[in-house]
């Protein structure tokens, strides 16, 4: 607890104190404690429990902290007839706001001073797999088509006029939970793609298009913003915390008024059951963000927006942060099952690109027993909630739906990360794989982002500038890795281009390597020299940087140093110096 004693008070003002105020400041580890006495969290009279021992380094503080602690002390010596902290902070919040980049940047040069430290010594904590056997979902396309199947002609024309009229061809009830779960294991969410028996199929919002009938093309969904402009939807759909009642939604749906609070409701109920399902029972709030105006919904990229939700709700599923798995499954299965990829051992039959989705059938030998499975697991909702929907045994049916392999010109994959180049479609792949805007993950743990690598280099120093290590060409940089340490982040100075420092474990020692994080067809050469020294011996590799669009696993594919056992000290850390050259043309010294 800091002291800071504020100015004498005014003697003439009779409601005044005539002593001196002595306002207590509270230190960074004394805001944890106060808030746990807000929540009414106290120990009993009389119980003496031993304190954990904290053995990890302790958090440090951000920018907003620094400057805080700096603005209280101040505010409090200045305003002695405030009431205390809680106005103090309100007070430095609002100063905070109003506060440009130039304002902020001494309070973030020193956060980032100490996050350096801090990261030099704090190993990174390791997300724990979660092990899934059942499916749980919210896509409910059964709940969806009795909906459909009550709606009026006008109505009808309603959704046709806001783009969604492929949704009331729909006919599917159930989703092959076993094969949804199979699927989930094969999808690659950097690549976007399914990986099944050696074959990449990268799926694109086009591929939305064809098999949802949703459009692909116009300007981003976007579903956030600020509450207030949401307040009075929010308010009319009696949204809380938890989401839009599904039940409120099919109440309001069942009227026979066609205007813009149907469509809107709509739009909600095909969000929350069929295509952007979170993992709660509800509807997110979130999608009032982009009903506000009803007029322009036709020209959102649905399909795009889709997409963008099923990777981002896979993600989450698998880093365990929720249990149920959001996003529009259906589409997954759809897909896989029209292509009829790695089917054979799951009894279904492959079809041609040109058969319609409604002829794609199970085959005779799939098990009773799975057919229960299924259908006992079909939706999540409560029991009370299934009693109005009809439980029919069979395939995903979408009617009206014909997927066509393409052929001809075709725009690059990469469109959605600036590539314009128009290719043949049998040279697609190949141009892919060179193409400049080849899409580069995040190096980060936690962290989905994907886009081109320029817009990952601005994408880090944004978002994750506290989580990797600045420097400079030419010149020489101690690194220091931890025992649990794999990885470290490197950004350089002038053009903010990233390089991964990788660190491998074999039987007799750690593998060190460099790689430029881009596409591969990359043409710029990067040297580099990594030295690692004990005592009077030292190793040595000088080697170039090769692009490689992300992490890699196992062995590395280029040139490495490796750094045996004996070489490191008692505590495993590994400690190098690094130099990083200012980059060349192919071939040149």
């Not at 994080?517 to 170039?544: A, N």
């Amino acid at each position: 607890m800091v002291e800071v004693e504020a100015s004498p008070p005014d003697l003439n003002d009779k409601a005044s104190s005539p002593h001196h105020t002595m306002i207590m400041v509270p230190t960074e580890g004394e805001f944890a404690m106060g808030k746990r006495k807000d929540q009414g969290i106290s120990e009993p009279e009389g119980s003496r429990k031993k304190k954990k021992k904290q053995v990890a380094t302790p958090r440090p503080a951000c920018s907003w902290v620094h400057f805080s602690r700096d603005f209280i002390k101040e505010y409090s010596a200045t305003h002695p007839e405030s009431s205390g902290l809680k106005a103090a902070t309100k007070a430095a919040s609002d100063a905070w706001k109003l506060m440009g980049p130039e304002e902020k940047a001494k309070y973030t040069t020193r956060a980032r001073e100490v996050w350096d430290k801090y990261l030099s010594s704090a190993p990174a904590r390791a997300p724990k797999p979660r092990r899934q056997t059942k499916l749980v979902t919210r896509c409910s396309p059964g709940r969806l088509l009795n909906v459909l199947q009550r709606l009026t002609p006008d109505q009808k024309e309603a959704v046709k006029s806001m783009g969604f009229g492929n949704i009331l061809g729909l006919r599917c009830r159930t989703l092959r939970r076993s094969l949804c779960l199979w699927l989930l294991e094969r999808f690659n969410t950097v690549r976007r793609s399914l990986e099944i028996c050696g074959e990449r199929i990268p799926l694109t919002p086009r591929d939305v298009e064809l098999v949802m009938g949703l459009p692909a093309s116009g300007k981003d969904v976007v579903n956030s913003g600020s509450d207030e402009l949401i307040l009075q939807l929010r308010k009319r759909y009696n949204a809380t915390n938890r989401g839009i009642s599904v039940r409120l939604l099919e109440e309001r749906l069942a009227a026979p008024e066609a205007g813009e609070d149907f469509k809107r409701s709509f739009v909600l109920y095909v969000m929350g059951t069929l295509l952007c399902p979170t993992a709660r029972l509800d509807v997110s709030p979130s999608f009032l963000h982009f009903l506000t105006n009803m007029d322009v919904l036709h020209q959102y990229n649905w399909g795009k927006f889709l997409l963008d939700r099923l990777v981002r709700e896979i993600s989450r599923f698998r880093q365990g942060k929720q249990r149920a798995v959001g996003g529009c499954l259906l589409f997954l299965q759809v897909v896989c099952m029209d292509r009829g990829l790695g089917m054979g051992s799951l009894g279904y039959k492959a079809q041609t690109d040109s058969m319609p989705l409604r002829a794609v059938e199970p085959m005779q030998e799939v098990s009773h027993a799975q057919d229960m499975e299924d259908q006992e697991y079909e939706d999540t909702f409560t029991e009370q909630e299934h009693a109005h929907t009809d439980s029919i045994e069979g395939n995903v049916v979408c009617a009206e739906i014909e997927v066509v392999a393409g052929s001809g010109p075709v725009p690059c994959g990469n469109i959605k990360y600036g590539c314009t180049e128009i290719v043949d479609y049998s040279k697609k792949r190949d141009h892919e794989e060179a193409c400049p805007y080849a899409p580069c993950p995040c190096p980060l743990q936690n962290c989905k982002f994907v886009d081109s690598s320029k817009q990952l280099s601005s994408h880090f120093s944004s978002k994750h500038w506290d989580s990797g290590r600045h420097f400079q060409y030419d010149c020489p940089l101690p690194i220091s890795l931890s025992k649990k340490e794999t990885f470290l982040v490197l950004q350089a100075e002038k053009d903010g281009i990233l390089f991964l420092l990788s660190k491998g474990t074999q039987s007799i020692g750690h593998t060190i390597v460099i790689t430029c994080i881009g596409p591969r067809s990359s043409k710029e050469c990067y040297l580099y020299d990594v030295v690692s020294e004990k005592g009077s011996s030292s190793l040595r590799l000088k080697s170039s940087a090769h692009s490689f669009p992300g992490r890699f696993q196992g062995l590395p594919p280029v040139d490495f140093l490796l750094v045996p056992f004996a070489h490191l000290d008692s505590s495993g850390q590994l400690d190098l110096e690094i130099c990083i050259w200012s980059p060349t043309e192919p071939g040149s010294e």
